[in-house]
Protein backbone atom coordinates (compact mmCIF):
# COMPACT_ATOMS: atom_id res chain seq x y z
CA UNK A 1 0.00 0.00 0.00
CA UNK A 2 2.55 2.43 1.48
CA UNK A 3 4.77 1.67 -2.19
CA UNK A 4 1.79 2.21 -4.28
CA UNK A 5 1.09 5.57 -3.09
CA UNK A 6 4.87 6.49 -3.02
CA UNK A 7 5.22 5.39 -6.57
CA UNK A 8 1.97 7.56 -6.98
CA UNK A 9 3.67 10.50 -5.33
CA UNK A 10 6.77 10.16 -7.31
CA UNK A 11 4.94 10.38 -11.11
CA UNK A 12 2.93 13.68 -9.80
CA UNK A 13 6.22 15.06 -8.72
CA UNK A 14 7.56 13.83 -12.25
CA UNK A 15 4.47 15.37 -14.06
CA UNK A 16 5.04 18.32 -12.74
CA UNK A 17 8.60 18.57 -13.57
CA UNK A 18 8.41 17.59 -17.04
CA UNK A 19 5.95 16.76 -19.47
CA UNK A 20 4.70 13.01 -19.93
CA UNK A 21 4.30 10.77 -22.41
CA UNK A 22 1.85 8.56 -23.21
CA UNK A 23 3.45 5.24 -21.50
CA UNK A 24 3.93 7.44 -18.54
CA UNK A 25 0.38 9.14 -18.71
CA UNK A 26 -1.15 5.35 -18.95
CA UNK A 27 0.74 4.43 -15.87
CA UNK A 28 -0.12 7.04 -13.81
CA UNK A 29 -3.76 7.24 -14.46
CA UNK A 30 -4.20 3.21 -13.83
CA UNK A 31 -2.66 3.77 -9.85
CA UNK A 32 -5.42 4.92 -8.36
CA UNK A 33 -7.91 2.17 -9.28
CA UNK A 34 -5.05 -0.58 -8.33
CA UNK A 35 -5.02 1.79 -4.97
CA UNK A 36 -8.70 1.62 -4.25
CA UNK A 37 -8.87 -2.26 -4.76
CA UNK A 38 -5.66 -2.70 -2.21
CA UNK A 39 -7.26 -0.54 0.00
CA UNK A 40 -10.94 -2.99 -0.10
CA UNK A 41 -8.71 -6.05 0.62
CA UNK A 42 -6.79 -4.27 3.31
CA UNK A 43 -10.39 -3.42 5.00
CA UNK A 44 -11.60 -6.72 4.51
CA UNK A 45 -8.81 -8.40 6.60
CA UNK A 46 -8.73 -6.08 8.90
CA UNK A 47 -12.22 -5.63 10.06
CA UNK A 48 -12.85 -9.37 11.72
CA UNK A 49 -10.08 -8.57 13.77
CA UNK A 50 -10.87 -4.91 15.20
CA UNK A 51 -13.92 -6.81 15.60
CA UNK A 52 -13.11 -9.46 18.00
CA UNK A 53 -10.37 -6.71 19.62
CA UNK A 54 -13.59 -4.43 20.67
CA UNK A 55 -14.27 -4.57 24.34
CA UNK A 56 -16.98 -5.59 26.17
CA UNK A 57 -18.08 -7.19 22.74
CA UNK A 58 -20.13 -10.67 23.75
CA UNK A 59 -19.45 -13.20 21.98
CA UNK A 60 -22.50 -15.38 20.25
CA UNK A 61 -21.28 -18.68 21.43
CA UNK A 62 -21.91 -17.25 25.20
CA UNK A 63 -24.23 -19.48 27.11
CA UNK A 64 -26.89 -18.26 28.63
CA UNK A 65 -26.67 -17.67 32.15
CA UNK A 66 -29.23 -20.03 33.22
CA UNK A 67 -27.14 -22.66 31.47
CA UNK A 68 -24.24 -21.75 32.94
CA UNK A 69 -25.05 -21.57 36.11
CA UNK A 70 -26.97 -24.72 35.96
CA UNK A 71 -24.02 -26.17 34.96
CA UNK A 72 -21.61 -24.91 37.89
CA UNK A 73 -24.66 -26.50 40.33
CA UNK A 74 -24.58 -29.80 38.42
CA UNK A 75 -20.88 -30.01 38.98
CA UNK A 76 -21.11 -28.66 42.70
CA UNK A 77 -24.42 -30.51 43.84
CA UNK A 78 -24.15 -34.12 41.64
CA UNK A 79 -25.19 -36.32 44.47
CA UNK A 80 -27.96 -39.14 44.09
CA UNK A 81 -31.55 -37.72 44.52
CA UNK A 82 -30.57 -34.40 43.26
CA UNK A 83 -31.52 -33.21 39.81
CA UNK A 84 -30.43 -29.54 38.70
CA UNK A 85 -32.15 -28.37 35.63
CA UNK A 86 -32.75 -25.22 33.80
CA UNK A 87 -36.26 -24.70 33.41
CA UNK A 88 -35.83 -21.48 30.85
CA UNK A 89 -33.60 -18.43 29.83
CA UNK A 90 -33.42 -17.26 33.29
CA UNK A 91 -34.31 -20.02 36.23
CA UNK A 92 -32.64 -23.06 37.65
CA UNK A 93 -34.52 -25.73 39.06
CA UNK A 94 -32.90 -27.72 42.14
CA UNK A 95 -35.31 -30.61 43.68
CA UNK A 96 -33.79 -32.88 46.52
CA UNK A 97 -35.29 -35.78 48.36
CA UNK A 98 -36.03 -34.84 51.92
CA UNK A 99 -33.92 -37.54 53.20
CA UNK A 100 -30.64 -35.44 52.09
CA UNK A 101 -31.42 -32.37 54.18
CA UNK A 102 -33.65 -33.43 56.93
CA UNK A 103 -34.32 -36.75 58.87
CA UNK A 104 -38.16 -38.17 58.80
CA UNK A 105 -40.75 -36.29 60.42
CA UNK A 106 -38.12 -33.27 61.14
CA UNK A 107 -37.43 -30.08 60.47
CA UNK A 108 -33.82 -29.65 61.37
CA UNK A 109 -31.08 -29.67 59.16
CA UNK A 110 -28.94 -32.83 59.87
CA UNK A 111 -25.49 -32.90 58.66
CA UNK A 112 -25.51 -34.21 55.53
CA UNK A 113 -28.69 -31.50 54.62
CA UNK A 114 -25.94 -28.49 56.00
CA UNK A 115 -23.25 -29.91 54.27
CA UNK A 116 -25.48 -29.58 51.13
CA UNK A 117 -26.24 -26.11 51.66
CA UNK A 118 -22.67 -25.05 52.39
CA UNK A 119 -22.26 -26.27 48.37
CA UNK A 120 -25.35 -24.52 46.94
CA UNK A 121 -24.37 -21.10 48.59
CA UNK A 122 -21.00 -20.76 47.30
CA UNK A 123 -22.31 -21.20 43.68
CA UNK A 124 -25.44 -19.18 44.59
CA UNK A 125 -23.49 -16.12 46.34
CA UNK A 126 -22.86 -14.07 43.28
CA UNK A 127 -26.39 -13.49 41.78
CA UNK A 128 -27.75 -10.71 39.87
CA UNK A 129 -29.37 -8.08 42.24
CA UNK A 130 -32.75 -8.71 40.71
CA UNK A 131 -32.40 -12.74 41.28
CA UNK A 132 -35.03 -14.72 43.52
CA UNK A 133 -34.14 -17.70 45.75
CA UNK A 134 -37.67 -19.67 46.52
CA UNK A 135 -37.70 -22.47 48.72
CA UNK A 136 -40.68 -24.83 48.26
CA UNK A 137 -41.17 -27.77 51.11
CA UNK A 138 -43.42 -30.73 49.62
CA UNK A 139 -44.49 -33.98 51.60
CA UNK A 140 -46.86 -37.38 50.36
CA UNK A 141 -50.04 -37.83 51.30
CA UNK A 142 -49.43 -40.30 54.56
CA UNK A 143 -51.06 -39.13 57.76
CA UNK A 144 -48.11 -38.07 59.83
CA UNK A 145 -47.41 -40.15 62.94
CA UNK A 146 -48.40 -39.50 65.93
CA UNK A 147 -44.78 -38.30 67.43
CA UNK A 148 -44.50 -36.21 64.31
CA UNK A 149 -47.84 -34.64 64.81
CA UNK A 150 -47.01 -33.18 68.40
CA UNK A 151 -44.65 -30.44 66.60
CA UNK A 152 -46.17 -29.81 63.26
CA UNK A 153 -50.41 -30.34 62.74
CA UNK A 154 -50.22 -31.45 59.34
CA UNK A 155 -48.06 -32.31 56.31
CA UNK A 156 -48.47 -28.87 54.91
CA UNK A 157 -47.45 -27.50 58.27
CA UNK A 158 -44.25 -29.78 57.76
CA UNK A 159 -43.22 -28.48 54.94
CA UNK A 160 -43.33 -25.13 55.62
CA UNK A 161 -41.90 -25.61 58.88
CA UNK A 162 -38.61 -27.55 55.71
CA UNK A 163 -38.93 -24.69 53.56
CA UNK A 164 -38.47 -22.21 56.55
CA UNK A 165 -34.91 -23.87 58.40
CA UNK A 166 -33.49 -23.65 54.88
CA UNK A 167 -33.76 -20.09 53.89
CA UNK A 168 -32.94 -19.47 57.87
CA UNK A 169 -29.63 -21.44 57.34
CA UNK A 170 -29.13 -19.47 54.03
CA UNK A 171 -29.91 -16.29 55.62
CA UNK A 172 -27.01 -16.59 58.98
CA UNK A 173 -24.86 -18.63 56.94
CA UNK A 174 -24.54 -17.90 53.56
CA UNK A 175 -23.96 -14.46 51.37
CA UNK A 176 -26.98 -14.79 49.32
CA UNK A 177 -29.09 -10.83 50.45
CA UNK A 178 -31.82 -12.24 52.72
CA UNK A 179 -34.41 -10.04 50.59
CA UNK A 180 -34.30 -12.27 47.60
CA UNK A 181 -34.68 -15.31 49.68
CA UNK A 182 -38.55 -16.87 50.15
CA UNK A 183 -40.11 -19.72 51.46
CA UNK A 184 -43.21 -21.95 51.22
CA UNK A 185 -44.78 -25.58 51.76
CA UNK A 186 -47.01 -26.79 49.10
CA UNK A 187 -47.76 -30.29 51.52
CA UNK A 188 -49.10 -32.92 49.49
CA UNK A 189 -50.65 -30.65 46.78
CA UNK A 190 -48.41 -31.17 43.98
CA UNK A 191 -47.08 -34.97 43.69
CA UNK A 192 -44.54 -35.82 40.82
CA UNK A 193 -44.51 -39.69 42.08
CA UNK A 194 -47.65 -41.82 42.57
CA UNK A 195 -48.52 -41.55 46.50
CA UNK A 196 -49.89 -45.81 46.09
CA UNK A 197 -46.41 -47.03 45.94
CA UNK A 198 -43.28 -46.59 48.05
CA UNK A 199 -41.01 -45.00 45.57
CA UNK A 200 -43.71 -42.64 44.32
CA UNK A 201 -44.18 -41.10 47.89
CA UNK A 202 -40.14 -41.42 48.01
CA UNK A 203 -40.01 -38.53 45.36
CA UNK A 204 -43.18 -36.49 46.80
CA UNK A 205 -41.33 -35.84 49.61
CA UNK A 206 -38.89 -33.32 48.68
CA UNK A 207 -37.53 -29.84 49.09
CA UNK A 208 -37.40 -27.80 46.03
CA UNK A 209 -34.91 -24.63 45.44
CA UNK A 210 -36.23 -22.53 42.74
CA UNK A 211 -33.42 -19.69 41.52
CA UNK A 212 -34.97 -16.95 39.42
CA UNK A 213 -34.25 -13.96 37.54
CA UNK A 214 -30.35 -14.88 37.10
Not at 3 to 29: F, V
Request: aromatic share 4%; net charge positive; with cysteine.
Amino acid sequence: MKSCLMLCAGLLMLAGCAPLNQESYDTLMSLPPKVNTLEQKLAAIESPAKQAATPGRKQQSAKPKAEALRDRMQRTLAQQDVRVQATDARTVHITMQHHILFPSGSATLRDSGIKFLQKFARVAENLPADARVRIVGHSDNRQLSWQTRQKFKDNMALSKARADAVKAWLIKHSRIPPAILSSEGRGASQPIGNNGTREGRALNRRIEIFVENI
